[in-house]
Every structure is written in C-alpha cells, then in structure tokens.
C-alpha cells in the first residue's frame, strides 16, 4: 500500500491519466494522493501543460502557420533537379 | 497518344512536389526535427516513388502513397541515428525514475510549483529550450513524445512507426515526460541552479 502511494508510482499514473489510460480506482488514488502531495500535483499539472502546448504548437506548424517548417525554393529546386536525372 | 501519356509520366515526380511537397516536408521535420534530415528523406521518398510508381495501383490516393514511402524513410533516418547513439534503446532499460526518485519512492528533487502558460506559445525563446531538451531525450522517447503531441495520430499507428507494443508506449511517454518536464525546470525556470 505504501509503495501504491509512492510518488513514483503515482507520477506513472499521472502520466496514464494523462493519456487517458488509468482505471477509474486508479484515477480516485492519483486525486487522492494529489490532494495530500504538492509535489505531484505540481508535476501533474505541468506534464499536462507541456503536452497541451506542444500539441497546440504542432497544429501551427502543421498548418502552415509556422514558416519555419516550410521546404526552401533551393531545397526544392535541389530536389527537382535530382527527381530529372533519375527520371 | 502514347507520346502524351509518356511525358505526362515523365513529369509526375515534379507535380509530386509542387502537390504534395510542403505537407511531405512537413510530416517530415516535425518527427525529424531537422531541416537537413527532412529534405532529404523528402527527396528519398521521391525517388524511391520514382522508382516503383507503376506499383502504384490507384487502391489508395497518391498522397496516401507517398506518405507511407516517408514513413519508412524517416524510419530509416531515425534507425541510423539510434545506431550511431550506441546500442538500441531498451524502453525497460533507463534509469530515469531512480534519478528521479528514492529507493522509497519519493522525489529527490520536489517538482517546483511553476506554470508552463499558454502565454509560452507566443515565446521563441521557449521553444528553443523545448527543443534543445526534447533533443536531449533518448531517441525513441523523444519520437514517442512527438507523434503523441502531433495531431491526428492515433496510438496503433505510433506503436507502429516506433516498433513497440502498447504498453512500452506509455512507458516511453512517462520517462519522455519526466525527463523533459526536469530538463525545462532547470533551462527554463533556472531552479536548482544554485544546488
């Protein structure tokens, strides 16, 4: 029982939380836990941030939006050019 | 008639790039995270279409097709850069959580109570620091952390493109999580320098 209270274990079933992925009697001792422990719930909440950010920050650069994950005129001339000699 | 469908054929792998070459590019460099790699995986990818485009049977759309050519070739890059870290990564084998933790299972160093904002998103200073940890990651977490964050990328496909069951997935997301979370509370948010 100690061990289950471990704030390692319970970093891992923040992490499943997280990915949706913790039984409902696991989601009820992760609160538990996270209510006594400051420490926790601070990583908790911010791997949840990171991950939310990271996802949101993606969905820009997948949109476009963010002009630096655009293919360069050279590289693509470079590429064009290699496709006509093998072509 | 022939000569028509000929040259139509010949100029495939150029309309290739101007249709499908940004977004190709791009599915590239966020798992690749390197401008250089993704070019080139770009261009593999290309080629290796190039070369079997009469395999091509039209079962599925073209982007669909040369998307899963990428797939393999960033698998390819993504091999040769474990290689050349050193042995494959064993995701049972990092000893991230006893770094982390006591042998009781308490933390060495207690999580800081700071906030990752979404005033954050709009810092290029940020993610820089994200980056440079995010690359400091072993590989397979790091890939595991990116398609996870990656829209539209379900968890068959990611256990898939990494090589790992289900479970190794959530795993390598913990520890790719530990690590990055400890990485920016120290180039972030400067705690523990002063220890």
Redesign the interface.
């Known amino acids: 029982m100690k061990r289950l209270f471990s704030c390692r274990e319970n970093a891992r079933m923040a992490s499943l939380a997280l990915d949706g992925k913790l039984s409902l009697s696991g989601r009820l001792l992760l609160r538990m836990h996270l209510w006594m422990c400051a420490g926790c719930r601070a990583f908790s909440k911010q791997i949840r941030d990171l991950s939310r950010l990271f996802s949101t920050r993606s969905a820009r650069e997948w949109s476009g939006a963010g002009s630096d994950a655009l293919l360069s005129e050279e590289a693509r001339a470079r590429i064009a050019a290699r496709l006509r000699e093998d072509g | 008639m022939q000569d028509s469908a000929e040259s139509s054929e010949?100029r495939a792998?150029?309309l290739w790039?101007d249709a499908y070459?940004?977004d190709l590019?791009?599915f590239a460099?966020?798992r690749l995270r390197s401008?250089a790699d993704a070019?080139d995986a770009?261009?593999e990818t290309?080629?290796a279409a190039?070369?079997s485009r009469r395999d091509f049977r039209g079962d599925s759309s073209e982007r669909t097709w040369l998307t899963g050519i990428l797939r393999h070739k960033i698998g390819d890059v993504l091999r040769r850069r474990e290689r050349s870290a050193g042995a494959p990564q064993d995701p049972e084998r990092d000893p991230i959580?006893e770094e982390?933790?006591t042998a009781?299972?308490?933390?060495r160093d207690?999580?800081?109570?700071?906030?990752?904002?979404?005033d954050?998103?709009e810092r290029g200073e940020f993610?820089l620091k994200?980056e440079q940890c995010l690359m400091a990651l072993p590989e397979r977490q790091a890939r595991a952390?990116?398609l996870?964050?990656?829209?539209g990328e379900d968890v068959e496909s990611i256990c898939k493109e990494l090589g790992v069951t289900a479970t190794n997935l959530?795993v390598l997301?913990?520890r790719a999580?530990?690590r990055?979370?400890s990485c920016?509370e120290r180039n972030w948010f400067h705690v523990g320098e002063e220890r």
Do not use: I, T
């Open positions: 010949r792998p150029e790039l070459g940004q590019y791009r460099r966020a401008d070019e770009l261009q290309l080629l190039l070369r959580e982390m933790f009781s299972g308490r933390w207690v999580p800081a109570p700071l906030r990752f904002g979404d954050l998103l993610w994200f952390f990116v996870r964050g990656v829209e959530w997301l913990h999580r530990l990055l979370r920016l």
